[in-house]
Nanobody, 120 residues
Framework: QVQLVESGGGLVQAGGSLRLSCAAS????????MGWFRRAPGKEREFVAS???????YYPDSMKGRFTISRDNAKNTVYLQMNNLKPEDTAVYYC??????????????WGQGTQVTVSS
């Protein structure tokens, strides 16, 4: 079992930055691909970023250049640096872990989420 705990969310003005953290316990993250997803009010959960066990990263086009995912396997932690935040980035952000390559909505483990609110 892997337990994931997100932190770092909060209220920020448009144009500001936040760094989310996802701390894992139970097993080493090095054998898991990690991802961030978000769910805005009234919308489906959507993919934000992923970093595979190889270190390869993926982002949807709407977040390229603004969001950066990274991992520190020694600390068993994954990060999401979010810059130039927009009101439409307001959502609950979830961390996910999936064994092997790739992270999907069917990931093996999920955190409880952290709220990000961007004011205009």
């Amino acid at each position: 079992q892997v337990q994931l705990v997100e932190s770092g969310g909060g209220l920020v003005q448009a144009g500001g930055s936040l760094r989310l953290s996802c701390a894992a316990s139970g097993r080493a993250l090095s054998s898991y691909s990690m991802g961030w997803f978000r769910r805005a009010p009234g919308k489906e959960r959507e993919f934000v970023a992923s970093i595979w066990t190889t270190g390869t990263t993926y982002y949807p086009d709407s977040m390229k250049g603004r969001f950066t995912i990274s991992r520190d396997n020694a600390k068993n932690t994954v990060y999401l640096q979010m810059n130039n935040l927009k009101p439409e980035d307001t959502a609950v952000y979830y961390c996910a872990a999936q064994r092997g390559l790739g992270v999907t909505l069917g990931a093996d483990y999920w955190g409880q989420g952290t709220q990000v609110t961007v004011s205009s």
